[in-house]
């Protein structure tokens, strides 16, 4: 995958917006996000019918805007409406078995050292997402913040490997992240949650 699609990563789901999920998405990718993750999570998370007809919404806009459209753990959902990839953790489906279903899709992969990063790399991952870098109140199961320096070591390890961050990254805080070695910034409440969509995404351009 080109590592310019890894930009301005927006991830989100239904839980993390105040206001209509479609509508906080549409004007994200008006903006200018670079890829899209649907990511599902939490008390009150679209199952069934419900999530595959949201997320054919979703995929149905990033389409409008050529923007990749990612699913997050769900491989057979990916699978059934033929998502441009998924996003796995550690704990989720092994890499091999997704590589084989999932042959020229994008497949990224979270890591938190370099034992993980060299297993996604050579498992076929397209890209690796790395994170916490600060503290998030997105993900339950967060680990501690990480700060940048696994990911200045994996930058070090793999020149030319994609890489974004992930965890409590901010317009302010992306000039760091970035100098750090990342591609980009992967980001749900900082633009979930933004006033104005559009003036915080161009913020995270600059
Ligand atoms: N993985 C590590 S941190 C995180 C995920 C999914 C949540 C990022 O959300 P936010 O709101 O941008 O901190
Ligand atoms: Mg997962």
Redesign the pocket.
């Known amino acids: 995958m080109k590592r310019a699609s890894l930009a301005v990563y927006f ?1 989100m789901g239904t839980t993390n917006c105040q206001r209509d999920p479609l509508v906080i998405l549409g004007e994200a990718l008006q903006a200018g996000v670079t890829i899209f993750q649907l ?1 599902e999570k939490g008390e009150g998370a679209l199952q069934g019918e419900a999530l595959l007809n949201f997320a054919k919404r979703c995929q149905q806009l990033c389409r409008t805007y050529g923007v990749p459209f990612i699913i997050n753990d769900d491989v057979a959902l990916a699978l059934a409406i033929d998502a441009d990839g998924v996003h796995v953790g550690q704990d989720d489906s092994e890499l091999a078995k997704i590589r084989s279903q999932f042959a020229d899709k994008i497949i990224g992969v ?1 890591v938190h050292n370099n034992e993980e990063m060299q297993t996604a790399v050579a498992g076929g991952a397209d890209y690796v ?1 790395i ?2 870098i600060f503290a ?4 339950a199961d ?1 680990n501690e913040p990480a700060g940048v320096t696994f990911l200045q070591k994996a930058r070090a390890s793999y020149p030319d490997f994609p890489i974004v961050a ?4 901010t317009p302010e805080r992306t000039a760091q992240v970035l100098a750090a070695g990342a591609d980009g910034v ?5 633009i979930c949650q933004s006033d104005n969509i559009a003036q915080t995404v161009n913020d995270f351009k600059k």
């Open positions: 991830i990511r979270s997402g994170g916490p998030t109140n997105s993900k967060a992930i965890g409590g990254i992967a980001v749900i409440s900082a």
